[in-house]
C-alpha cells in the first residue's frame, strides 16, 4: 500500500504548511512602497501589501502518476449546469475511495465558471460545482469533514480565448489535497 | 513634461460623450502659481472639462488677480456664463495660501469666494477642491474631483489593487498578489477597503486601512467567502458565506466578529449592497429560477423582488439619493449597465457595450463607473445616469477591472 508510506511525509508538508499560510494581515511583511501622500490635503498613503505564496509540492506518488486515476482532478460541467456527467463517476470514485483510506488527506474542491457574467454570481455557481463534486464524494463514501468546497468563479480560468471550446474546459471543479493548496 | 514620464502607470480618462447644456465657465490662470510642481489652473480646467458637464471658456495664459474685478464684456464675450479667477501667494510655516472667486458674469457678481492652505506639492488636491466648489456653485450638485477610485489591475501573472484619484492620477498599489482579488468596497469613511482575495485558494474577505497597509480578515469560515458590502454607518458588513450550504447572505462586524444570517433562500443569493439611507439590503438572487435583483428590509423582515424584465439582472447598486438602482442586465447576450426608477419601476439601459459589470455610483449620483471590455482588453468606463456623458478610464497594456467609487471625502 504505497499510500500508506507517503501519508506521513505529507503530513509534515501540511504542518509546516499552516505556519506560512497567509490568513491574517498581522504576519505580512508589508513591502515598502512609495509614500506619495505628502500630507496632501485629502490624499491618505496606501501601503503596499504582498501576501505570501502557497505552499510547495507535497510529492503524494499516486496523487501525482500519470498512469492512476487519482492524478486526474478535474470535473467538467456543461453550460448552465451543475450535474455531474458520467463519464467522471470513476473519478469521483477513485477519490472517494482515497480520502475514505487516508482519513488524515484534507481536499479542497474549487468549482470554476465560464467568463460571462457578474463575477460575484459566478462565484456562486462556481460553489454550485464544488458542492455536486463534495456530494458525489460522499455519496460514494468519502467522509464530509475531510473535503471543502469552495468556488473560485471565473477567476482562475485555464483556458482565456472567448470561445465555446475554451469557456467548456473552464466549467469545472477540481480536486486538490492538502499540500496543494 | 515631467508628467509624462509617469503617466503610463496612470489611468487615462477620454470623454465620449458629453451633457446636452454644457456650463460654459472660464477659469483664468491663477496668479502666482509658477513656483509650483504644476499648475492648479491645469487641475482645474480638466476636471471641468471631463465632467462634460462644463465647456471651459478658452481664456489664454495671462494670469488675473484675485483682487481685481475681471473684465466682465471680454469675458462673456467669449461665452462664458462664470469666471474663476485666483491668487497664490505665501502664508506662514513656509505654507501657501489659495484665494480664489468665482463669478457670474452676466449678473457681473460673485457667486462665491474661498482661500485654502497647502504645500507646494499639494497644488493638485487643491485644483480637486477648487473644481469641487465650482462644480457645487454652478451645477447644485456636490463634486467628486478629490474623490478616489479603486479597481483592479492584472498584468501577466500579478493583480494588483490600485487606488487612484477620481481623474487617474496618482496611482497607488494597496496589495499585490499573484492569486486574484476581487469585489472591492469602500468603507464610508473612505479609510477602509473590504474586498475578496484569493490568496489562500479560496475566496476570504479583508478588511485593509490604506493608510497603514494593516489588515485583518472580516470572514474566512469554511467554503466561499465574498461579496462585502458595508453599512452605511461603517460598522457592518454584509457578505456571501457558503458555510451553511449555498450563497446566502450574512453580516459580520467590520473586525470579523459576531456572524449573524440575514435572509435565506433554497437558491442563490449573493451581491448585496446597503441603501444609503441603510434602511434596505439589496441582492441578487435566483430563487425566482432566473437571476433577479431583490430587496430585503436591512432590519429583517420580507424579500421584495424588483426586476422581472429579462432572464439575467444581477449587482444591484442603490443610488446614493436611493432613488434609482444601477445594476447589469442580460440583453440579447449582452451584459449592459441599466438604471431603475424605484418608484415606477422603469429601466433605462445606459450603455452600448456587452461585457459590462461592476457598477459603482459616484458619491453625488451623477455619473456610474463600471468595468467593460474593449478589444479583448478590461477598461473602466463610466456613464452619467441619463446616459449623455461616456468617459473610458484604461491603463497602457493592462487588463482594468472591478472599480469602486470611494467616498465624498471628510
Known amino acids: 500500500?504505497?499510500?500508506?508510506?507517503?501519508?506521513?511525509?505529507?503530513?509534515?508538508?501540511?504542518?509546516?504548511?499552516?505556519?506560512?499560510?497567509?490568513?491574517?494581515?498581522?504576519?505580512?511583511?508589508?513591502?515598502?512602497?512609495?509614500?506619495?501622500?505628502?500630507?496632501?490635503?485629502?490624499?491618505?498613503?496606501?501601503?503596499?501589501?504582498?501576501?505570501?505564496?502557497?505552499?510547495?509540492?507535497?510529492?503524494?506518488?499516486?496523487?501525482?502518476?500519470?498512469?492512476?486515476?487519482?492524478?486526474?482532478?478535474?470535473?467538467?460541467?456543461?453550460?448552465?449546469?451543475?450535474?455531474?456527467?458520467?463519464?467522471?463517476?470513476?473519478?469521483?470514485?477513485?477519490?472517494?475511495?482515497?480520502?475514505?483510506?487516508?482519513?488524515?488527506?484534507?481536499?479542497?474542491?474549487?468549482?470554476?465558471?465560464?467568463?460571462?457574467?457578474?463575477?460575484?454570481?459566478?462565484?456562486?455557481?462556481?460553489?454550485?460545482?464544488?458542492?455536486?463534486?463534495?456530494?458525489?464524494?460522499?455519496?460514494l463514501g468519502a467522509p464530509e469533514a475531510q473535503i471543502e468546497s469552495v468556488s473560485l468563479g471565473e477567476e482562475k480560468p485555464r483556458c482565456v480565448e472567448a470561445s465555446e471550446a475554451c469557456w467548456a474546459q473552464n466549467r469545472r471543479g477540481d480536486m486538490l489535497y492538502s499540500g496543494e493548496f | 513634461m515631467a508628467l509624462a514620464l509617469v503617466a503610463r502607470a496612470q489611468l487615462a480618462i477620454e470623454i465620449s460623450g458629453a451633457g446636452a447644456n454644457r456650463i460654459p465657465v472660464a477659469v483664468a490662470a491663477f496668479e502666482g502659481e509658477n513656483s509650483l510642481p504644476g499648475t492648479i489652473t491645469e487641475v482645474v480646467r480638466g476636471d471641468l472639462a471631463r465632467s462634460g458637464l462644463f465647456s471651459v471658456v478658452e481664456l489664454g495664459s495671462q494670469p488675473m488677480s484675485v483682487t481685481a474685478l475681471p473684465d466682465f464684456m471680454d469675458v462673456r464675450g467669449r461665452g462664458a456664463d462664470a469666471v474663476l479667477v485666483g491668487s497664490v501667494v505665501p502664508a506662514d510655516g513656509g505654507r501657501l495660501e489659495v484665494r480664489f472667486r468665482l463669478f457670474d458674469t452676466q449678473r457681473q457678481t460673485e457667486l462665491g469666494a474661498l482661500a485654502l492652505r497647502m504645500t507646494a506639492q499639494q497644488h493638485r488636491a487643491t485644483g480637486h477642491r477648487i473644481a469641487d466648489f465650482v462644480f457645487e456653485k454652478l451645477t447644485g450638485l456636490k463634486g467628486v474631483f478629490s474623490t478616489r477610485i479603486a479597481y483592479v489591475v492584472k498584468t501577466a501573472g500579478r493583480f494588483q489593487l490600485q487606488i487612484a484619484d477620481a481623474d487617474g492620477m496618482n496611482a497607488q498599489t494597496a496589495l499585490a498578489s499573484r492569486e486574484p482579488i476581487i469585489s472591492p468596497a469602500w468603507s464610508p469613511d473612505g479609510s477602509k477597503l473590504a474586498y475578496v482575495s484569493f490568496e489562500a485558494k479560496k475566496?476570504?474577505?479583508?478588511?485593509?486601512s490604506l493608510a497603514t497597509?494593516?489588515?485583518?480578515?472580516?470572514?474566512?469560515?469554511?467554503?466561499?467567502?465574498?461579496?462585502?458590502?458595508?453599512?452605511?454607518?461603517?460598522?457592518?458588513?454584509?457578505?456571501?458565506?457558503?458555510?451553511?450550504?449555498?450563497?446566502?447572505?450574512?453580516?459580520?462586524?467590520?473586525?470579523?466578529?459576531?456572524?449573524?444570517?440575514?435572509?435565506?433562500?433554497?437558491?442563490?443569493?449573493?451581491?448585496?449592497?446597503?441603501?444609503?439611507?441603510?434602511?434596505?439590503?439589496?441582492?441578487?438572487?435566483?430563487?425566482?429560477?432566473?437571476?433577479?435583483?431583490?430587496?430585503?428590509?436591512?432590519?429583517?423582515?420580507?424579500?421584495?423582488?424588483?426586476?422581472?424584465?429579462?432572464?439575467?439582472?444581477?449587482t444591484p447598486r442603490p443610488s446614493p439619493d436611493g432613488r434609482t438602482i444601477a445594476f447589469v442586465t442580460r440583453n440579447s447576450g449582452r451584459f449592459q449597465v441599466a438604471v431603475m426608477d424605484l418608484a415606477s419601476r422603469q429601466v433605462q439601459i445606459l450603455t452600448d457595450s456587452s461585457r459590462d459589470e461592476s457598477p459603482s455610483f459616484a458619491p453625488n449620483g451623477q455619473m456610474i463607473l463600471y468595468a467593460t471590455e474593449v478589444g479583448g482588453r478590461g477598461v473602466l468606463a463610466a456613464v452619467s445616469a441619463d446616459g449623455r456623458i461616456k468617459q473610458r478610464l484604461s491603463v497602457q497594456a493592462a487588463d482594468v477591472r472591478e472599480p469602486a467609487w470611494g467616498p465624498l471625502p471628510r
Open chain 1, 1 to 139: 500500500m504505497r499510500h500508506h508510506l507517503v501519508v506521513p511525509a505529507l503530513l509534515l508538508a501540511l504542518l509546516a504548511g499552516c505556519s506560512s499560510t497567509p490568513m491574517s494581515g498581522s504576519d505580512q511583511t508589508g513591502a515598502s512602497v512609495e509614500d506619495r501622500s505628502s500630507g496632501t490635503v485629502q490624499t491618505p498613503g496606501v501601503q503596499t501589501v504582498t501576501p505570501g505564496q502557497g505552499l510547495g509540492d507535497a510529492g503524494i506518488a499516486a496523487l501525482k502518476d500519470p498512469n492512476n486515476i487519482l492524478s486526474k482532478r478535474s470535473v467538467l460541467f456543461d453550460y448552465d449546469s451543475f450535474t455531474i456527467r458520467d463519464e467522471f463517476k470513476p473519478l469521483i470514485q477513485a477519490h472517494a475511495r482515497f480520502l475514505q483510506a487516508n482519513p488524515s488527506m484534507k481536499m479542497l474542491v474549487q468549482g470554476n465558471t465560464d467568463e460571462r457574467g457578474s463575477r460575484e454570481y459566478n462565484i456562486a455557481l462556481g460553489q454550485k460545482r464544488s458542492d455536486a463534486v463534495k456530494k458525489a464524494l460522499q455519496l
Open chain 2, 213 to 314: 497597509g494593516l489588515r485583518n480578515v472580516a470572514a474566512n469560515f469554511k467554503g466561499s467567502n465574498s461579496a462585502p458590502a458595508w453599512s452605511p454607518d461603517g460598522r457592518l458588513l454584509a457578505v456571501v458565506l457558503t458555510k451553511d450550504g449555498q450563497s446566502q447572505l450574512y453580516t459580520v462586524n467590520a473586525d470579523g466578529s459576531g456572524v449573524r444570517r440575514i435572509a435565506s433562500s433554497s437558491g442563490i443569493d449573493t451581491e448585496p449592497a446597503w441603501s444609503a439611507d441603510g434602511n434596505w439590503i439589496y441582492f441578487t438572487s435566483d430563487r425566482g429560477g432566473s437571476p433577479q435583483i431583490y430587496r430585503i428590509p436591512a432590519s429583517g423582515g420580507g424579500v421584495e423582488r424588483i426586476s422581472f424584465d429579462g432572464s439575467y439582472n444581477v
Open chain 2, 203 to 208: 475566496p476570504v474577505v479583508y478588511v485593509h
